[in-house]
């Protein structure tokens, strides 16, 4: 059809007849109607020609001719979203949940969104018609609500219609090795269709993974052929050392991270609305629980073996799906409030965690769980001076000492409520649990099942513990996720007046986490040291021998049941206050050499 084009041209610029020109002209529209209000240009009219010819190595009769690309869109569009190209099973829904961490509006297949599911349907219509596909609006489709970035079934397959309603658009391609592709994309229960343009009837059934892989090719060179090289990136999660999660960033339009962020990995079933998974697309309202546990506070002060062996483990092989939301600040500098590395104590010295970064944690996860990762750095929002003021007076420490600890409070109900941002991301899970960065967990225990906080009943501090909870029901997460620090910055007063009506003490981060439940109306429920065997810890040497081991004082005992107290003061070290040494400063469940895989964990009784 071309080959008509150009001589048109080339009539033209000899100075020929007018007349001459209008014959082939009409010859031409004749032949085409698409190119005369295509948006088009005469190259990627040659990638569409090539396209076809590639397709029909495999499907004979493919044809492409009546298409009118873009369908009812208008040519300029007021914005142009970022535009997936690369078919399911190719890790589009880790994108999104990436582009997402960076505030993006981000579509990922969506089998409820009508317009979407309308679309849905023309992917399975009778092979031999495509006209019916240049009545649709794809442009509508594309701006109506917003997104930033849209990924995932049927952006690839009407990747040409998608592209000629917003030809200003970047794409991301999202590539994976065709032949693996094609044996994932075929292992799935419901007939996928082929990795095609504007597809018809045929699903992968009907042809060979070869030739799925052919026509998987052919779409990547399309769009290759397509998108100006500056608009396009190209993404292969499956091949990490590859990826550079800081272009990508970019590329998204995001300002380049301070601190690398990992590629989250989304493995499992369900963790997000997918056709990537068979599971998904024919079981929406799955049995199986599904439990995210987000991970607040410092990459430096990291535990995660005791949390991996002693919950993620165990969830998990109760059949729950996990998610990981690492929830951390990356920074070297940040000082820990009480007992930061480097303090002695007696002969043993406090250390950092084992990880540097949140790169160094990626490795750490069994394979199954999902991880998110965030380096979270807290804005520091002010608070009101008052809360300071009062914890100054409570205690021995002087002001100074009191604003400090009221920034390290504030950034932990900012991590809080970033949990919250990440879990949106996501389904919402049916159990969210919160973890600190130094908690440890004693021992594998039961969720409980009924809605609200639950939060270790020890270590109260005249509030309610904040350094765990179990949160069930999703108007209870997003109360505990993110009332203290809306509370904390806009309505001071009415935490005051709660503590009042409690207390004659001042307000501190266990008072605050109560009040802004019973403000917030989010119903408490108090554990037991079997029910949540949750404490924080630190990592001591000796030298050549690491320990993990509880702080312990009249707060924190009662966080050990009886029996893991008695075979921790026999079996593991006992350490005591150098001033007083009747007094028990840290009780170590492990004696052994320091880290050099990590931190080991032996099972307790
Ligand atoms: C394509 O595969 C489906 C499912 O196996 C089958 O029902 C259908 O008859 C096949 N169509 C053709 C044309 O082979
Ligand atoms: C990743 O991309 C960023 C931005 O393009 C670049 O500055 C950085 O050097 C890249 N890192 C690596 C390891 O290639
Ligand atoms: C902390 O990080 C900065 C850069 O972010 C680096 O220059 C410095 O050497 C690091 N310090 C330590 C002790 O790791
Ligand atoms: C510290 O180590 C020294 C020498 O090994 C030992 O004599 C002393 O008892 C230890 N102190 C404590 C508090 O364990
Ligand atoms: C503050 O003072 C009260 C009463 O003396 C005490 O019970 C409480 O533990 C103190 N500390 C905090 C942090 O509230």
């Known amino acids: ?99 997402r961490q960076f505030g993006l509006k981000v579509h990922h297949y969506d089998a409820e969104a009508p317009s979407w599911l309308e679309l849905d349907k023309h992917l399975t219509r009778p092979c031999g018609e495509t006209s019916y596909l240049n009545e649709i609006d794809f442009q509508h489709i594309l701006l109506e609500e917003e997104h930033d970035l849209l990924l995932d079934t049927p952006m690839a397959e009407f990747f040409l219609d998608f592209y000629a309603a917003s030809p200003q658009s970047k794409v991301l391609l999202t590539h994976r090795d065709p032949q693996d592709w094609a044996e994932k994309r075929s292992q799935f229960k ?103 546990l987000c991970i607040t506070g410092q990459i430096r002060r990291l535990e995660l073996r005791t949390k991996i062996n002693r919950l993620i483990l165990p969830l998990m092989a109760g059949g729950a799906r996990v998610e990981v939301l690492l929830v951390l600040d990356p920074r070297n500098n940040t000082a820990f409030i009480h007992r930061g590395a480097g303090e002695r104590i007696g002969n043993f010295t406090i250390m950092e965690g084992p990880y540097q970064s949140l790169s160094d944690t990626v490795d750490a996860f069994p394979s199954g769980v999902s991880v998110v990762f965030d380096p979270f750095m807290a804005q520091d929002f002010p608070i009101d001076p008052r809360y300071a003021a009062g914890m100054a007076l409570n205690q021995t420490a002087a002001l100074e000492g009191a604003l400090e600890r009221a920034r390290s409070h504030v950034r932990q109900w900012e991590a809080m409520q970033r949990c919250w941002e990440l879990m949106n991301n996501l389904i919402l899970p049916d ?85 802004s439940m019973m403000l917030a109306q989010v119903p408490v429920q ?27 004082n009249y707060n924190f005992r009662p966080c050990i049941r009886q029996e893991i107290w008695t075979y921790l003061s026999s079996a593991g070290k006992s350490i005591y206050d150098d001033a007083d040494p009747s007094e028990l400063k840290f009780l170590c469940e492990s004696n052994v050499p320091p880290p050099t895989g990590g931190w080991p964990v032996q099972s307790l009784p």
């Open 1 to 99: 059809m071309f080959i008509i084009l150009v001589p048109t041209l080339a009539i033209l610029a000899n100075g020929q007849s007018q007349s001459s020109c209008l014959v082939q002209k009409r010859i031409e529209a004749k032949q085409n109607t698409a190119i005369e209000d295509s948006p088009f240009s005469v190259q990627q009219h040659q990638c569409i020609d090539n396209y076809v010819q590639e397709v029909r190595q495999v499907l004979p009769h493919y044809d492409l001719s009546d298409r009118r690309f873009g369908g009812l869109s208008r040519a300029s569009a007021t914005r142009a979203p970022i535009l997936g190209a690369g078919f399911g099973t190719t890790a589009t829904r880790s994108l999104a949940v990436f582009a």
């Open 190 to 292: 419901n007939n996928l269709p082929l990795p095609l343009q504007s597809p018809c009837e045929f699903t992968l059934d009907n042809i060979s993974t070869a030739d799925a892989a052919k026509l998987f090719t052919a779409h990547e060179k399309l769009v290759r052929c397509m998108v100006p090289p500056e608009k396009l990136l190209e993404i292969n999660v499956f091949e990490p050392q590859t990826l550079n999660t800081t272009s990508v960033a970019m590329f998204l339009g995001a300002p380049a991270p301070e601190h690398y962020v990992p590629f989250p990995r989304i493995s499992g079933k369900g963790v997000t609305r997918t056709s990537e998974d068979p599971e998904d697309a024919d079981a929406p309202h799955d049995k199986q629980k599904k439990i995210s």
């Open 431 to 515: 159990v969210a649990i919160r973890l600190r960065d130094d908690d440890a967990i004693l021992e594998t225990f039961e969720l409980p099942d009924s809605f609200g906080v639950h939060a270790p009943s020890c270590a109260d501090c005249n509030g309610l513990n904040d350094k765990g909870a179990i949160v069930l029901g999703t108007g209870n997460m997003l109360g505990y996720f993110t009332m203290p620090l809306q509370f904390m910055r806009f309505a001071f007063d009415s935490l005051v007046d709660v503590q009042r009506q409690r207390t004659n003490v001042p307000l501190n981060p266990e008072s605050v986490l109560l009040n």
């Open 526 to 552: 108090r554990l037991g040291p079997n029910e949540a065997p949750i404490l924080p810890a630190k990592f001591l040497t000796d030298g050549d021998q690491a320990h993990l081991c509880y702080f312990q």
